[in-house]
């Protein structure tokens, strides 16, 4: 499903809104919601919002766990650190449990160990149905999401929830949840704008099976719900 809107605002008031409803909905059933967040710049604006007064008392943040889709291996306290800005966004500001929250990074460990010990926090929490509730994503302008990049080998991952690797075009490594595990979720949120992402949107959603040069095909979940929240310059309809 795609949802195209005028503004970045009303963006980030509809992702506001589903990522609220979601957590009144699995506390209530389940007692606890567990969301994954996404980095970049694209979010902060929904971050922000939720951490706002008309927003954050509308959850129970004590029953809420937080993980994150992908992140680059830097430490938590560098500009490029995806938990940094979330932490800066809403984190900080919220009355969230810090043992509810499950940066993907530490110190002193390889980023191919970690990556098998967040899988093993993640199993922790949700169990062996490794079943989100709620998973932001965003899309780059050639199509990825996550750090599911074109033409690397992490987009052929079918065993593993968690993986870690090099990427060489950006001379970093990389740590991120696999498509399969993604594909899990009850919902799946991905939110994309600007006319850059144009090209890459139309071709994700309406162009031939290649999820090996548009990863963001690989996104299909198995039960759940895929919702696209884009502008028009997005949509390529300006």
Known sequence: MIQIYNTTEEINTAA????T???QDAIAKRGKFTAVLTGGSSPSGIYKLLASDAY????DWSKVYIFWGDERWVPLNDD????KMSYAALLSHVPIPSENIFEMYKDGVTPEDYA???EQSIRKILGEEGKFDFIFLGMGDDGHTASLFPGEAVLNEQNKWVDAYFLAPQNM????????????????I???FGEKKAHALKEVTKG?????LYPTQLIKPVSGELVFLVDKSAAGTN
Request: hydrophobic share 45%.
């Open 16 to 19: 506001a809104d589903l990522f």
């Open 21 to 23: 409803a979601a957590a």
């Open 208 to 212: 031939e099976y290649n999820p090996s």
């Open 80 to 83: 490029l650190s995806n938990a």
């Open 56 to 59: 954050k008392n509308k959850i």
């Open 190 to 192: 991905v939110v994309t």
């Open 173 to 188: 490594h990389r740590i991120t949840l696999t498509a399969p595990l993604i594909n899990k979720a009850e919902k799946i």
């Open 116 to 118: 098998v010990t967040y």
